[in-house]
């Protein structure tokens, strides 16, 4: 599984922003797929995960109400929109994928084995 991110960008708090993860290398219907974010000196944090097939998500607490996870089955692509964005939302964006398609949805970056290279967000004050 490849998955490769992008759309980050330098925006002002309160912007919104949206990030895409597209992904290759296996059926995207078998995926559940999750972005993690990485702030300078700070430990990766989970931000929000869907599973594919049947649309289920789950987001942080920190994001809940001001991010929203989408998908795009022709393109094989999992967005991540941002809205009201805070200074604290500034990291490196990754987005991550496992081979699932039932049960409940990980939170933990061990429980995904397949990473992309990450894309900076940057939101200033």
């Known amino acids: 599984v490849q998955l490769q991110a992008s759309g980050g960008g330098l925006v002002q708090a309160g912007d919104s922003l949206r990030l895409s993860c597209v992904v290759s290398?296996?059926?995207?219907?078998?995926?559940?797929v999750g972005w993690f974010r990485q702030a300078p000196g700070k430990e990766r944090e989970f931000v929000a995960a869907r599973k594919w097939r049947n649309g289920d998500t789950m987001y942080s607490d920190s994001v809940k109400g001001r991010f929203t996870i989408s998908r795009d089955n022709a393109k094989d692509t999992l967005y991540l929109q941002m809205n009201s964005l805070k200074p604290d939302d500034t990291a490196i964006y990754l987005c991550a994928a496992r081979e699932q398609r039932f049960g409940a949805i990980y939170t933990s970056q061990t429980n995904y084995p397949y990473w992309g290279k990450g894309t900076l967000v940057t939101v200033s004050s």
């Open positions: 290398g296996s059926p995207s219907s078998n995926l559940a």
